[in-house]
């Protein structure tokens, strides 16, 4: 579950032309894969999304390892999504940027997340890995997580420190300072 909270001195018009949309867990793995697959289905649900954000770019929690092909797995917490079905959905939402500051993102090691970050990369998707941040347009994002998979199930590793050396450690933008956590 999500709590979204938005702290503004004044209202905020959503789906204008200058807004963002933001998404928590993506993911095309598991039994998402069939999902994605099927074009009906799939294109349902791009238009629906669509319609709801009015086609305004998307910044989403990227849930898992986007590979080529996905290594068969008897483990049910690992998650990946092959390529090949991720990216024509995010490309079709107007993905422009992923968190990867997830328990997920290193469910298949080192190597595999680096390929998926130039994979993304490669495809004009910013990336927020764990305690870095990016800047968009009209503000800057972080990206932090307290739990980690790989390579053994952690809790509690985020800190207030964290936070305070990833924002010193940005340089000053004058941009409004957003998070996935």
């Known amino acids: 579950s999500y709590v979204t909270q938005v702290y503004a001195p004044e209202p905020i018009a959503f789906a204008s032309s200058d807004s963002y949309a933001f998404a928590g ?15 009906a289905k799939r294109d349902a649900f791009l238009k629906k999304v669509l319609t709801l954000t009015g086609g305004a770019p998307m910044i989403v929690n990227l849930e898992g ?11 049910p917490w690992v998650i990946c999504m092959e390529t090949n079905d991720t990216l024509p959905v995010l490309k079709a939402l107007r993905v422009i940027g992923v968190s990867l500051a997830n328990n997920h993102a290193m469910d298949f090691g080192k190597t595999a997340y680096q390929d998926m ?12 890995g764990r305690g870095e941040y990016a ?4 503000f800057r994002l972080f990206g932090f997580t ?23 450690a940005a340089p000053g933008s004058g941009l409004p300072l957003f998070a996935f956590l």
Not at 117 to 123: A, S
Not at 135 to 138: A, K, L, P, T, V
Request: a negative charge; charged letters at 40%; one cysteine or more.
């Open 25 to 39: 867990d993506t993911m095309l793995g598991r039994g998402m894969r069939d999902f994605a697959r099927d074009a």
């Open 65 to 75: 390892v986007m590979m080529e092909h996905c290594p068969p797995t008897d483990d």
């Open 117 to 128: 970050v130039r994979e993304l990369q490669r495809n004009g998707i910013r990336i927020i």
């Open 135 to 138: 800047d968009f347009e009209r």
């Open 146 to 168: 307290d739990i980690d998979n790989s390579p053994e199930p952690k809790r509690d590793l985020l800190y207030r420190s964290d936070m305070d050396a990833a924002f010193q």
